[in-house]
């Protein structure tokens, strides 16, 4: 596995994660089986969110992670965008860590939300972090204006992470969010890095011929092209232990660059990617 540092934080987190949306719609052991399957790959880093299956998600990875190493994993959860108030957010966060068994180590705002205050979540989340809940405090599905107040409003290294949508056909974070990420030093965790696993039902031509050209599989190319960038930790979310297998594969030996090149100019075939 690779690793990238989360923020500026002495935490490693492995480039390539375990996201957990809709993974409650599974079998239960076979749900389970993959998360496990994924942190023994070393896929420690695991997303899920009070949203996801309305807490199932999270009691499915409380589970799975009971025979590992609590200090080896990072567990990322959120707050859901109508629980935004600091009684709501305090709430949440602890009943979350119930249905986790276990503190939280990075909890996101999981949609920025203009009805309540920005000032009065992070400071529920402050009080988390001191009170022992939280490790460290992140945001999803900002803009660069949202995530430049938020930070403004804690010192300014206190926002680990923005999680955003980030795959070759959804590319809009390289406009400004993924370079002010890495001048900052900021974690970009990418969603949806398998576009939803649209990318593998119909997958452009070109990408097809590369990834046969360097013995890899569709899904591990469009992971290594989003973990070859700095500061990028990808979160492809898979109930399947062989698209977990396969998905970890994808780690490693980096695209080489005619081949970068040309990967990175699928814009025309991109506008013709299904939407669904
Ligand atoms: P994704 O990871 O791009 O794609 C998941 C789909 O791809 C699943 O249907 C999965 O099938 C399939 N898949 C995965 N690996 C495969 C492989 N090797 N071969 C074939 N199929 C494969 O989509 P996502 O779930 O939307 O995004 C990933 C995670 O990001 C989520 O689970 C969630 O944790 C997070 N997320 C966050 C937000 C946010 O607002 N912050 C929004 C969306 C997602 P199986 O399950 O059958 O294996």
């Known amino acids: 596995m690779e690793y990238e540092r989360l923020n500026n934080v002495e935490v ?3 480039k390539i994660g375990l996201g957990t949306y809709q993974i409650e719609l599974s079998p239960r052991d076979e749900a389970i089986s993959a998360l496990r399957r994924g942190i023994e790959l070393g896929m420690t880093l695991i997303d899920t969110a009070e949203m996801y299956g309305w807490g199932r998600s999270e009691e499915i990875v409380g589970e799975a992670i009971k025979p590992f190493d609590r200090e080896e994993l990072t567990i990322v959860t959120k707050v859901w965008g109508t629980n935004l108030a600091y009684e709501s957010v ?17 909890y996101l705002i ?39 107040e938020a930070r403004n ?26 370079p002010y990420c890495q001048k900052e030093k900021i974690t970009l965790m990418a969603y949806s890095p398998l576009d939803r696993g649209r990318i593998l039902k119909r997958p452009p031509q070109k990408l097809k011929v590369i990834a046969a ?16 960038k700095p500061m990028v930790v990808a979160i492809p979310k898979a109930s399947k232990v062989e698209h977990v297998e396969e998905n ?24 013709r990617w299904p939407r669904s």
């Open 12 to 14: 490693n987190i492995p």
């Open 110 to 148: 999981h949609w920025p939300n203009p009805s309540y205050p920005l000032g009065e979540t992070l400071k529920a989340m402050k009080e988390l972090v001191s009170e022992g809940i939280i490790r460290y405090i992140g945001v999803s599905n900002f803009s660069l204006g949202q995530l430049k």
């Open 213 to 228: 050209r360097l013995g890899k599989s569709v899904a591990q190319i469009a992971i290594n092209w989003l973990i070859s």
């Open 248 to 271: 970890a594969g994808a780690a490693g030996r980096r695209i080489p660059q005619d081949l970068m090149t040309e990967l990175e100019d699928l814009e025309e075939e991109r506008a």
């Open 90 to 106: 305090k709430k949440s966060a602890k009943a979350s860590i119930a249905r986790l068994g276990t503190y939280i180590d990075v």
């Open 153 to 178: 409003l804690l010192r300014n290294n206190d926002i680990v992470t923005n999680q955003v949508e980030y795959s070759l056909r959804v590319r809009d974070p390289e406009a400004d969010i993924l």
